[in-house]
């Protein structure tokens, strides 16, 4: 017998679990599937936003109470056919095939990495990337590191690698004072948000933030060494050990488009109730537009009670969720990225790590009017194992190439997966006995 | 616009024909309504593979393996061509005597082989199963990344003069006239009709899509070093009718690997079938039982132009404007630099190097008329 779930959402973030607790009140079969071992997300799996403890703290009880079943280390790549989602299981080795009946996608967000000479140096790494190495006990202490790029996650970064011992040297924003002033005003408005930023201030004190500051290369022999900076009039050098750099989050919506949702601006379009242009199919959180944690929570919560049947209770919350995409927007345009740092790039500045394309041929096409498919063709840009997941947000953001299409699998597997008949997860006594 | 010749379609075989067209010395024009190389030459394996299933398929491709070969200095570092030699798997005693009869064949045309004992086969290629019969060699045989190949072709043949009319759609093609979708026209002394498996322009013909599926790896340099076919390969490419698969590996230059081959009739649908993908990747893991390890990055599809009598349609039309340069199913990479020559050796009155008769379309009309008859 081949059960369904009522509710089927990916991703354990603070959306996705939100998402969980509001559905599970309605007494539905609710299960999440997350490609880590642990619910979280972003920010509370890596221990980042610690200022928000006592949310983290509510909701990571909220849900191991509600009896939503997480299914952890599931990574979701394909959809072969409505209702149905398959996940491969690396613990187990096996392709797990879900059947569910309404479906929320709570897939979170990535960094952005944009190229420069010398970013592929060793010692360059992304912001977030660096964050979850330390957590993971890699040691900075007595390090000496340039975090950069633009982004409230810059400052959070540097936070917590401040405590953790590194000598943190300066944080380069390169969005300017003056564009940052109308989000700053939005944050004073937010009584939970300005919390966060004057204790991140706090463990600041003594790092210099320069805003209209930007990378221009990293340098070094064989190992980053130096990064030379520029604020647009003269260009000095830090001598570091680690440039942590990373251009904001971008959505991830490879999950979305497989399931055939539309999307507009960069993000997935969705109604009031969180639902998507495809019937069942929902959408929570950062792939709906970058707008943080206090968002993803409000938008999990409406999606899990809209696709539980309660639109009443998803409709008191629609004027905070709206004030909240607010704030994303005002988010959005304060880290908007300038046109100096598209322009960083020499011709032989690789752009796609997988399969060494440099700037100079992608630029060259582009100069010939070619669109992102000639590129992929004749270079393979975006065509190694990351799937464009890296190049892809930067190759858009320098030649305005969008990829608008996605093949499953969505993330790599084993050929094995598809080899061995998918296993439908009922035969997964025990996610039936813990749902008991 | 008036030009000497128009080529209709900037696939592999629509590049190569206006490279040659170009080189000798006419005013050229290719029309295509997408990307450059989007079809079935962005899709394939670009295995440059002399087949032997039937004599006129065997000096077509050898033709075609020679040009390859010839121009191999000239091509660019992007076609990353590598001369791997394609590996013909023998699992048993049945398939070693057909692999004796395979040597005879290509020998009659002058293709170098080698065979293969079992302990010289798990010497040459160790991840494949114990217990295989043996080989044959095919060491002229190479791989090449067609999207390039093809981009090339049409690069040079820019260069030399011939212009490129993107992103519009032909929609008749007669008496040399080529009619536009909005409306415009352009005419030619000489059009070629290089549209792959689309029959649009030339609705009496019949090639139907053959489906296939490729699975492209992470990169594992050195784990095949030859292209890799089942000697079952012909009596699978060969079914009229029924889905088949067959064990089809190939190295590519960056360390990946390509595996394929499935064969389906079907509608022009590219979603992924998961049953008949599992049967191809079944056939790889039976002779290469560790291939089930490697990480898979991206799988796709991609359609075969396929005439009844499986040899592609080059040569001239009862309309004596129009010539065809399609239908290659399976072979259309390996193919595409001696159907150029053929194409030009009409137009310009040149002596081809090989028989070109099996080709000819009027044997296509002969069968619509038996068929309508
Ligand atoms: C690197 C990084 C660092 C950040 N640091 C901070 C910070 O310090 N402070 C702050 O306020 N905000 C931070 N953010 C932003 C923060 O993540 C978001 O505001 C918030 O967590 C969004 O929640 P979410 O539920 O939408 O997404 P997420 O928290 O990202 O959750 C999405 C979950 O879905 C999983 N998932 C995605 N695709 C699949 C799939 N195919 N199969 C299975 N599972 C899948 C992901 O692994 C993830 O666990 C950071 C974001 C990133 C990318
Ligand atoms: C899975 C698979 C594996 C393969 N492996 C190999 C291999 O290993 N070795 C080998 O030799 N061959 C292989 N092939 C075959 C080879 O890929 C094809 O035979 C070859 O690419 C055909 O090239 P083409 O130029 O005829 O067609 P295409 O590349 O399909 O080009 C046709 C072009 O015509 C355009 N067009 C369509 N309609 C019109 C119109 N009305 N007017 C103008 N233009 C139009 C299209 O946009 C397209 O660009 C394989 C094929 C597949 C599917």
């Known amino acids: 017998m081949s059960m369904r779930w009522d509710v089927l959402i990916v991703g354990a973030g603070p959306a996705g679990m939100a998402a969980a607790v509001a559905a599970s009140r309605g007494r539905l079969r609710v299960a999440v599937l997350d490609d880590n071992a642990a619910a979280g997300g972003q920010i509370w799996r890596r221990g980042l936003g610690e200022t928000a403890e006592p949310a983290k703290q509510k909701m990571l009880h909220a849900f191991k109470e509600c009896g939503a079943v997480l299914l952890a280390g599931r990574r979701v790549v394909q959809a072969p056919e409505p209702g149905v989602l398959e996940a491969w299981c690396d613990e187990t080795n096996v392709l797990e095939r879900y059947h569910y009946d309404r479906l929320i996608l709570a897939t979170g967000a990535r960094e952005r990495f944009l190229p420069f000479p010398g970013w592929t140096l060793p010692g360059v790494m992304g912001a977030g990337g660096l964050q979850a190495l330390v957590r993971g006990g890699y040691d900075v202490r007595g390090k000496r590191v340039v975090v950069a790029g633009t982004g409230p996650l810059l400052m959070a970064v540097a936070a917590h690698l401040k405590h953790d011992g590194a000598k943190v040297v300066a944080i380069c924003e390169q969005a300017s004072m003056a564009r940052m002033l109308p989000f700053a005003a939005q944050l004073a408005k937010k009584p939970s948000k300005i919390l966060q930023a004057v204790a991140l201030g706090a463990n600041l004190r003594g790092v210099s933030y320069k805003t209209g500051c930007w990378p221009v290369a990293a340098i070094g022999n064989g190992r980053l060494q130096h990064v030379e900076l520029t604020d647009g009039r003269r260009r000095w050098t830090e001598q570091c050990d680690l440039l942590a750099c990373g251009f904001h989050l971008v959505p991830n919506l490879e999950l979305p488009l497989l399931f055939g949702c539309r999307v507009e601006n960069d993000a997935v379009a969705v109604n009031a109730m969180q639902q998507t242009s495809v019937a069942g199919v929902y959408c929570a959180g950062e792939p709906t537009g970058i707008a943080g944690v206090d968002a993803a929570l409000l938008q999990g919560e409406i999606a899990g009670l809209a696709a539980a049947g309660n639109t009443g209770g998803a409709e008191k919350l629609v004027a905070r969720s709206k004030a909240e995409r607010a704030f994303g927007e005002a988010m959005t345009s304060a880290f908007r990225l300038r046109d100096e740092v598209l322009r960083l790039c020499d011709a032989n500045t690789i752009v796609c790590r997988c399969e060494d394309v440099s700037y100079g041929s992608l630029k060259a096409l582009a100069d010939e009017k070619n669109n992102w498919t000639d590129a992929k063709l004749l270079t393979r840009c975006g065509m190694g194992p990351c799937q464009g997941r890296v190049c892809g947000p930067a190759v858009e953001a320098l030649f305005g190439w969008k990829n608008a299409s996605v093949r499953p699998p969505v993330f790599p597997v084993p050929i094995a997966a598809f080899i061995t008949e998918p296993q439908s997860e009922f035969d997964n006594q025990q996610a039936l006995q813990e749902m008991q | ?373």
């Open chain 2, 1 to 373: 616009m008036q030009f000497d010749v128009l080529i209709l379609g900037a696939g592999i075989v629509g590049s190569a024909c206006a490279l040659e067209c170009a080189r000798a010395g006419m005013k050229v024009g290719i029309v295509e309504p997408n990307v450059p190389a989007n079809g079935a030459s962005a899709a394939g394996m670009g295995h440059i593979v002399v087949m032997d299933d039937s004599p006129a398929q065997l000096a077509l491709s050898r033709y075609g393996r020679e040009l390859w070969q010839q121009m191999r200095q000239a091509l660019p570092a992007t076609v990353e061509y590598e001369q791997c030699g394609t590996l013909w798997v023998a699992a048993d005693e049945e398939e070693m005597q057909e692999v004796h009869a395979k040597q005879r064949t290509y020998a009659s045309v002058g293709v170098e082989t080698e065979i293969l004992d079992a302990q010289a086969l798990e010497h040459a290629e160790p991840q494949l199963r114990k217990g295989l019969a043996g080989g044959l060699r095919v060491p002229g045989d190479g791989v090449i990344y067609p999207p390039a190949a093809a981009r090339f072709f049409l690069d040079e043949a820019i260069r030399l003069g011939a212009t490129l009319l993107r992103g519009v759609l032909p929609v008749a093609a007669a008496q040399g006239r080529v009619k536009l979708q909005d409306g415009s026209g352009l005419s030619a002394g000489a059009i070629v009709i290089a549209t792959g498996v689309n029959t649009s322009l030339v609705p009496w013909i019949t090639v139907q899509p053959r489906k296939g599926h490729l699975v492209i790896t992470d990169r594992y340099p050195g784990f095949v070093r030859h292209q890799l076919v089942e000697l079952g390969y012909l009596k699978s490419a060969h079914k009229l009718t029924a889905d088949s698969v067959a064990f089809n590996v190939q190295p590519r230059q960056t360390g990946q690997l390509l595996i394929g081959s499935s064969r389906q009739y079907s509608d022009a649908v590219p979603d992924v079938d998961a049953a008949i993908l599992r049967r191809m990747l079944d056939r790889a893991s039976e002779y290469l039982p560790r291939i089930s390890e490697l990480s898979a990055i991206r799988v796709w599809t991609g359609f075969r132009a396929a005439t009844p009598d499986k040899l592609p349609l080059i040569g001239p039309t009862p309309d004596r404007s129009v010539f065809l340069a399609m239908g290659f199913e399976g072979l259309g990479i390996t193919n595409a630099p001696g159907a150029a020559r053929l194409v030009g050796d009409y137009l310009l009155g040149r002596e081809p190097a090989i028989d070109r008769t099996p080709f000819l379309p009027g044997r296509a009309l002969k069968q619509a008329e038996a068929m309508r008859a």
